[in-house]
């Protein structure tokens, strides 16, 4: 069984539309910023790859991860011609943080911030007539365990359509977590490459309309073969090789597929030392004996780490590779780690290829593992 990927929309630093943001992945120009949220002297690290959309004159002002939701809901509902009225369309909504930013800011006394407005389903009701909206937080994979709820759904008759979205504003707290875990302090997200010391924050929105296959009314720009899901709970913070094996060979278990049909990667690549050397030695165990093996790249390089939505903004780039025959590079990568030796990533330039079939991580914290499997449309 598959299902129909309708609509699609996205918004992150390098881009307020899919095309925008894809276009710049493969221009592959630096993107991070010195940090604008939070006071840089409170914090070793000095960068961030924020959306551009603060009141001059410095600030943070709340609701902003919402905006980007409804945003993004909109266009990819025009996108696949459903118009606003969502009252009878379930929305399912991956994120990490909420809007816990609005919280910080109300705590500051910077915002006025009612307690309904914490909720994306407020938001969601009052915009599109939504009544039927679910918020994941599950981490970096947030998103993707939306994609297969959906699909899930879909299948066992409780819905047609889904609309599928992420959304994540850098928090402080969040930010500051990251700066006193990670031993080293990256001044950009470098993943694979040997220069890799972490993640740095992103911020971003993605949403996809997933329909049962053949109801739709407009053009179908990908579809679903596959959705897999687990927690290996094996730590807090480091990825399990185990868990993370048993979750893509699930994926292609349900999509019914091999190593050797997935034509391109998106990697999970948070450029976290073990996360990359996990990452890279699961795949090529995976694809050791599957050929050439795919393409791979990483968008977290120019995005940052966009936590809830990580998962789905590299999907929506995925189908655009896919559309497009072009696979953008993996910024920065210019001496990969030895765990990646073999692995096709992609390095300097665009890499044209005939794409098919494309494979999407999302690894996270305390385990929480999702890949997805999704077909160009032809």
């Given at each position: 069984m598959t299902w129909d990927i309708t609509g699609m929309a996205a918004v992150a630093n390098i881009g307020a539309t899919p095309g925008e943001i894809f276009a710049a992945l493969c221009a592959g120009q630096e993107s991070r910023t010195p940090l604008r949220a939070f006071d840089p002297d409170k914090y070793r690290a000095a960068y961030a790859y924020e959306i551009d959309d603060r009141p001059e004159g410095g600030g943070d002002i709340p609701q902003r991860a919402t905006r980007w939701l409804t945003t993004v809901i909109r266009q990819a509902a025009g996108d696949a011609g459903l118009g606003e009225d969502l009252a009878q369309v379930p929305v399912l909504v991956g994120t990490t943080m909420r809007e816990q930013r609005s919280l910080e800011l109300w705590w500051r006394h910077d915002a006025e911030v009612a307690l309904e407005d914490l909720h994306f389903g407020t938001a969601l009701k009052a915009a599109f007539g939504a009544s039927t909206t679910y918020t994941l937080a599950n981490a970096c994979?947030?998103?993707?365990?939306?994609?297969?709820?959906?699909?899930?759904?879909?299948?066992?008759?409780?819905?047609?359509?889904?609309?599928?979205?992420?959304?994540?504003?850098?928090?402080?707290?969040?930010?500051?977590?990251?700066?006193?875990?990670?031993?080293?302090?990256?001044?950009?997200?470098?993943?694979?490459?040997?220069?890799?010391?972490?993640?740095?924050?992103?911020?971003?929105?993605?949403?996809?309309?997933?329909?049962?296959?053949?109801?739709?009314?407009?053009?179908?720009?990908?579809?679903?073969?596959?959705?897999?899901?687990?927690?290996?709970?094996?730590?807090?913070?480091?990825?399990?090789?185990?868990?993370?094996?048993?979750?893509?060979l699930d994926a292609y278990r349900r999509a019914g597929v091999r190593a050797r049909d997935i034509d391109l990667v998106m990697l999970h690549g948070s450029g976290t030392p073990r996360n990359d050397a996990t990452e890279s030695s699961v795949l090529r165990r995976i694809f050791q004996s599957a050929g050439p093996g795919p393409r791979m790249t990483a968008i977290k390089a120019m995005t940052?780490?966009?936590?809830?939505?990580?998962?789905?903004?590299?999907?929506?780039?995925?189908?655009?590779?896919?559309?497009?025959?072009?696979?953008p590079p993996v910024l920065g990568l210019a001496d990969p780690i030895p765990e990646a030796a073999g692995l096709g990533l992609v390095q300097g330039s665009p890499a044209s290829d005939d794409l098919a079939i494309a494979q999407i991580d999302a690894f996270g914290f305390g385990g929480i593992n999702a890949v997805a499997i999704v077909e160009g449309a032809r």
């Open positions: 994979s947030a998103t993707l365990y939306a994609l297969g709820m959906a699909t899930d759904m879909i299948e066992l008759g409780m819905a047609d359509t889904v609309v599928v979205a992420g959304t994540d504003a850098a928090t402080e707290s969040g930010f500051g977590t990251l700066d006193r875990v990670q031993n080293d302090i990256p001044d950009a997200l470098r993943p694979f490459d040997t220069t890799h010391k972490g993640m740095l924050m992103g911020e971003g929105a993605a949403a996809v309309v997933v329909q049962r296959a053949g109801t739709g009314n407009g053009p179908v720009h990908a579809r679903v073969r596959g959705v897999s899901m687990n927690c290996d709970a094996h730590h807090a913070t480091a990825p399990d090789a185990d868990g993370i094996t048993r979750a893509v940052g780490h966009t936590l809830g939505g990580s998962g789905l903004l590299s999907l929506v780039m995925a189908v655009l590779a896919m559309k497009e025959g072009t696979v």
